[in-house]
Every structure is written in structure tokens, then in C-alpha cells.
């Protein structure tokens, strides 16, 4: 079945949405701390990127979670038996084929919906997902997973029978606490009694791993946080100077989570036109870019049960190693 946009499928770049995303850049940039919201990473260039991240060698989080869901993919298709699939922040939907494959094997899937910021990404992933499996319908939905949830009840009728969303690759870790437990708790709204949740999560590991999984010998991670600056320059006439800054990756062992930061080199000046903002930099000055929480299965289950799914259904898949797991809740 060919691939279909949602009636609301407005692009982010439209004017409802530019307005939103230009306050909150604005506001961001502004405030000190300053910080960069982790949509700004995610253009088509960035999507590509991190598709490049997920082959260097030192960035184990995606072969550990594909192993996960080799193996047991079959097992979560039995357990929920979704008739719909949800992808939030699906990209090019690389582990999502092992998924897909296995509940189309089991033979209730009708509908997979996947989410996700980069246009053309999403729908080159989506076109190749439904010449795969002709047999379900193919729904992808332009939009930011941290704001257009809503999008997901909107994309067509409902089919009857219990939805999947699944939430791969580790990104619930990309949160700050607050913003995770609002977001969880913004899900669970979303989704109906006897709906499911597969959510991947990194765990808690040596560190010198961990920061080498963010600054890999390459500098694609490096180049990826550096585009979030190419992104709001190109989107919004800026003048920020992406080499002024330099990179830096760090442990926050009070938080337990790594910490990817942009530091100005020199003192600077920067004009972003459309935003009619002026900005000025201090040497050491540092932006926010994204962090990657790690996480013990319990804590996050924790989080999740307090949000509104049930502890008594919850499984936990990890890989050989125990890297890497994927928490799977049923919606209270």
C-alpha cells in the first residue's frame, strides 16, 4: 500500500509551527544558560549524520538495541498483538524493518505510523518501508515528537485493536528529569487503556566508553552538534560562527548522563536576522546542546509506572552484553 501524509501533517516550517520554534529558540538562546532545543540537530543533514554515528565503532547503542529486537521481536508482537506501530523520531526506520517484520509475520499489523522532524528522511524511509510490506498501510507524519503527539490520534481513522509506540535508540535519554516525566506523562495521554509503549534506554556503564560513544575518533558526533548551529543560521539568516566554537563532551556523574556542549573560543558577536536577535558571547561562554541520560531498568520503570503504565505487564529486553535495554509497558 503506497505511503499517505495526515490531514494535519503540517510541515514544522509552516507558519503555526515556525512561530512556536522561533519564540523557543529565541527564548533558549537568550537565557543563561543558553541551550539549543535538540530539534535544531535534525534537518536532513543531521538525520544523515546520525545515521553515520550509528556505524562508527565506538557508538554501540544501535547494534546493541538491533540485537535486542532480533531476538525478541517476535516476543513483543505476541505480548501487545498491535494492529497500528508508532515510530517517534523514526528517520531512516533502520531497526524499525526488524520490528515491522516480525508483526507482520505475526499477522495482526495493519498500519505503521512513523513520526519524525526531516521531511524528506521520513518519507524516503516511509516509500521504502511500504514497498517492503505491501500489505499495511505506510502513514507517515511530519513532526516534532515533543509537540505534536496530538498528531498521532489525527492520522486517519483509528483502527481498532491496541497501538505500539515505540521509542527506539535510546532518545528518552536526550530529557532533562522534568521535561522526561512531562513528556512520559504526555504519552500515556496519547495512548489508550491496553495500548503499549517499547522504549529504549542506555544503560549505565564504565565512563571511558561512554564518552568515546560521543567523541568518536571520526568527529561525526562532533560535526552533528556543530550543525544545530548551521541549522538556525540557514533557517533563520544567522550569522553564528560555527567554528568559533569547540566541542565538548563530558560526564556528569551527579546526573548520570553525558553532557554535549558547544564553547566559544574567543569573544564574539552573532546577528540571527529573522529572529531580530543579537547575541554576544564571552570566551568559555558555553551552549547547551543535548545531553544522553543512562539509565537501571527500575529507575525508568519507575518513571513509567508513575506516569500511568502498568508495572505488572512491563518486561525488560537487554542485549548479551547488557548495554542496552528495551522496557516494554502496557498503558494503565
Same mark, same amino acid.
Given at each position: 500500500?503506497?505511503?499517505?501524509?495526515?490531514?494535519?501533517?503540517?510541515?514544522?516550517?509552516?507558519?503555526?509551527?515556525?512561530?512556536?520554534?522561533?519564540?523557543?529558540?529565541?527564548?533558549?538562546?537568550?537565557?543563561?544558560? #543558553?541551550?539549543?532545543?535538540?530539534?535544531?540537530?535534525?534537518?536532513?543533514?543531521?538525520?544523515?549524520?546520525?545515521?553515520?554515528?550509528?556505524?562508527?565503532?565506538?557508538?554501540?547503542?544501535?547494534?546493541?538495541?538491533?540485537?535486542?529486537?532480533?531476538?525478541?521481536?517476535?516476543?513483543?508482537?505476541?505480548? +501487545?498483538?498491535?494492529?497500528? =506501530?508508532?515510530?517517534?523520531?523514526?528517520?531512516?526506520?533502520?531497526? +524499525?524493518?526488524?520490528?515491522?517484520? @516480525?508483526?507482520?509475520?505475526?499477522?495482526?499489523?495493519?498500519?505503521? =505510523?512513523?513520526?519524525?522532524?526531516?521531511?524528506?528522511?521520513?518519507?524516503?524511509?516511509?516509500?521504502?518501508? !511500504?514497498?517492503?510490506?505491501? $500489505?499495511?498501510?505506510?502513514?507517515?507524519?511530519?513532526?516534532?515528537?515533543?509537540?505534536?503527539?496530538?498528531?498521532?490520534?489525527?492520522?486517519?481513522?483509528?483502527? @481498532?485493536?491496541?497501538?505500539?509506540? !515505540?521509542?527506539?535508540?535510546?532518545?528518552?535519554?536526550?530529557?532533562?528529569?522534568?521535561?522526561?516525566?512531562?513528556?512520559?506523562?504526555?504519552?500515556?495521554?496519547?495512548?489508550?487503556?491496553?495500548?503499549?509503549?517499547?522504549?529504549?534506554?542506555?544503560?549505565?556503564?564504565?565512563?571511558?566508553?561512554?564518552?568515546? !560513544?560521543?567523541?568518536?575518533?571520526?568527529?561525526?558526533? $562532533?560535526?552533528?552538534?556543530?550543525?544545530?548551529?548551521?541549522?538556525?543560521? !540557514?533557517?533563520?539568516?544567522?550569522?553564528?560562527?560555527?567554528?568559533?566554537?569547540?566541542?565538548?563532551?563530558?560526564?556528569?556523574?551527579?546526573?548520570?548522563?553525558?553532557?554535549?556542549?558547544?564553547?566559544?573560543?574567543?569573544?564574539?558577536?552573532? #546577528?540571527?536576522?529573522?529572529?531580530?536577535?543579537?547575541?554576544?558571547?564571552?570566551?568559555?561562554?558555553?551552549? #547547551?546542546?543535548?545531553?544522553?541520560?543512562?539509565?537501571?531498568?527500575?529507575?525508568?520503570?519507575?518513571?513509567?509506572?508513575?506516569?500511568?503504565?502498568?508495572?505488572?505487564?512491563?518486561?525488560?529486553?537487554?542485549?548479551?552484553?547488557?548495554?542496552?535495554?528495551?522496557?516494554?509497558?502496557?498503558?494503565?
Amino acid at each position: 500500500m503506497s505511503t499517505q501524509t495526515t490531514p494535519d501533517g503540517t510541515r514544522p516550517g509552516g507558519s503555526a509551527g515556525l512561530d512556536l520554534a522561533a519564540a523557543e529558540l529565541s527564548d533558549a538562546l537568550t537565557r543563561r544558560p #543558553r541551550t539549543i532545543p535538540p530539534r535544531w540537530l535534525y534537518d536532513d543533514r543531521g538525520s544523515e549524520l546520525f545515521s553515520r554515528i550509528t556505524r562508527v565503532p565506538e557508538y554501540y547503542q544501535t547494534e546493541a538495541e538491533r540485537s535486542i529486537l532480533a531476538a525478541h521481536a517476535s516476543s513483543i508482537a505476541e505480548i +501487545t498483538e498491535a494492529v497500528t =506501530v508508532v515510530e517517534l523520531g523514526s528517520g531512516t526506520s533502520d531497526k +524499525t524493518r526488524t520490528l515491522l517484520d @516480525a508483526f507482520v509475520a505475526h499477522g495482526l499489523i495493519r498500519r505503521f =505510523v512513523p513520526l519524525d522532524v526531516s521531511e524528506q528522511t521520513l518519507l524516503e524511509a516511509a516509500d521504502m518501508l !511500504a514497498e517492503r510490506h505491501p $500489505e499495511i498501510e505506510v502513514a507517515p507524519v511530519v513532526g516534532d515528537f515533543t509537540r505534536h503527539l496530538g498528531r498521532l490520534n489525527a492520522a486517519g481513522d483509528r483502527i @481498532a485493536g491496541p497501538r505500539l509506540i !515505540a521509542f527506539l535508540g535510546g532518545t528518552i535519554g536526550n530529557f532533562y528529569v522534568e521535561e522526561r516525566r512531562a513528556f512520559l506523562g504526555a504519552l500515556a495521554d496519547v495512548l489508550s487503556p491496553g495500548d503499549w509503549m517499547l522504549i529504549g534506554m542506555d544503560q549505565v556503564k564504565d565512563i571511558g566508553r561512554l564518552i568515546d !560513544a560521543y567523541d568518536d575518533s571520526q568527529g561525526i558526533t $562532533e560535526a552533528f552538534i556543530r550543525n544545530a548551529l548551521v541549522n538556525i543560521n !540557514a533557517t533563520y539568516g544567522g550569522d553564528l560562527d560555527v567554528g568559533g566554537f569547540g566541542y565538548v563532551p563530558f560526564w556528569d556523574g551527579r546526573q548520570e548522563r553525558v553532557d554535549m556542549r558547544l564553547r566559544a573560543e574567543e569573544p564574539m558577536t552573532a #546577528r540571527i536576522d529573522d529572529l531580530d536577535l543579537d547575541l554576544e558571547f564571552f570566551e568559555g561562554e558555553e551552549i #547547551r546542546v543535548e545531553i544522553s541520560s543512562k539509565f537501571r531498568p527500575h529507575e525508568l520503570l519507575d518513571e513509567l509506572v508513575d506516569s500511568g503504565f502498568d508495572r505488572v505487564d512491563a518486561h525488560v529486553f537487554t542485549d548479551d552484553a547488557d548495554d542496552f535495554a528495551l522496557v516494554l509497558v502496557r498503558r494503565s
